[in-house]
């Protein structure tokens, strides 16, 4: 079992930065992968980066591949993403997921097992 807690949500304007941070607790960090997703009102929730056991691995949709940044470290059992450039549309709730499986499936909410609450992350135009 793991217990996720996302925090660093806030307002930003367009343009601006935000650092989420999402910690664990439980079972040992280093033995999942971690990833983001995003949920819009309305829309399905999205995947958005992802990074494997020891972070030698990460992946990222389309929409955000360079301007956010997903890391870890595994002794402060911590991921982060950092987000640079935000765009109105980049406005959801952001939820981090753990998984123990690092494979081609990475990408499906679905496939995931552990997920935070979320934080809000508003970006203003």
């Known amino acids: 079992q793991v217990q996720l807690v996302e925090s660093g949500g806030g307002l930003v304007q367009a343009g601006g930065s935000l650092r989420l941070s999402c910690g664990a607790s439980g079972r040992t960090f280093s033995s999942y992968a971690m990833a983001w997703f995003r949920q819009a009102p309305g829309k399905e929730r999205e995947f958005v980066a992802a990074i494997s056991w020891r972070g030698g691995s990460t992946y990222y949709a389309d929409s955000v591949k360079g301007r956010f940044t997903i890391s870890r470290d595994n002794a402060k059992n911590t991921v982060y993403l950092q987000m640079n450039s935000l765009q109105p549309e980049d406005t959801a709730v952001y939820y981090c997921?753990?998984?123990?499986?690092?494979?081609?499936?990475?990408?499906?909410?679905?496939?995931?097992?552990?997920w935070g609450q979320g934080t809000q992350v508003t970006v203003s135009s």
């Open positions: 997921a753990a998984r123990e499986i690092w494979d081609a499936t990475l990408f499906g909410a679905d496939e995931y097992d552990y």
